[in-house]
């Protein structure tokens, strides 16, 4: 009877050793199995001729507003941009150029959801173009074949409050700051207001915000006639929006 109770024991403790090896084996492979589908959800690649070539304007402006979306809810995109670096040393296709504002709460890229190659960035304040600006546009399309132009404004933009409150820079020694307010100013002069045509006037504001993201597309048209044909041909959109910087939103005008 002893006997057969220590055979019982020792029958036991092997089926319990057995078992605890079978878990430290299992345990390390749900451990990497885990690990690799987060690698697979981390975006690595960037874009390239062919996905550039193969996408029409208004594709391009749809997956812009999906990526808007993204930032809202704040699901951005989990990139190695180590990687991302790396591949884009051999070349660039972007398939946007977007003229913002310099205003640092404005992070372009973050606000579509784009990584390294995505899209062409242009700043200045009041989101205004200049013969640089536009040279620069005239690159991104006719040369590197982008196939959207955004001019994105902004709410609660300085640039655009201090041309509705004629701020005089040039009292104050700032002559170039002055030349850019002046070319804000015929958006504020365009917009009808029946109410405080200060910047205190939210609702005016912002309507002016739209206008002037308008008119610099209209401005763009009139100085580019080689963006103006390739509009013409579909080729290309140019288009304004705005940017809520309170929800993130990003709203397309129609130009």
Known sequence: MKKL??????????????????????TPVAKETKKELVEERVVGSILTAEEQAN??????????????????????????????????????????????????????????DLGIGDIFVARVAGNIENADIVG???????????????????????????????????????????DLINEIQPAVTETKSEGDRTSKNEEFTNTVITNNAMRTVKNIRE??????KMEDEGKIMIVSAVYDMESGKVTFNKD
Request: proline share 3%; hydrophobic share 45%.
């Open 5 to 26: 109770s220590l055979q019982l024991l020792a029958v036991s403790v092997t089926l319990l050793l057995t078992s605890c090896q079978e878990t430290k084996k299992t």
């Open 136 to 178: 620069s546009m005239e690159f991104a399309t006719a040369v590197a074949g982008s196939k959207v132009v955004i001019v994105m404004g902004h709410t609660a933009c300085g640039a655009v409050k201090s041309t509705i409150d004629n701020v005089d820079a040039k009292a104050l020694g700032m002559n170039s700051l002055a």
């Open 55 to 112: 996408m029409t304007p208004e594709e391009i402006i749809g997956r812009l507003k999906k990526g808007n979306e993204n930032f809202i809810n704040n699901n951005l995109t989990q990139r190695d941009h180590s990687m991302q670096r790396r591949k884009a040393m051999i070349g660039q296709f972007p398939k946007a150029i977007v003229l913002s504002c310099v205003d640092s709460r404005v992070p372009v890229e973050d606000v579509f």
């Open 223 to 228: 100085v580019s006639p080689t963006m103006a």
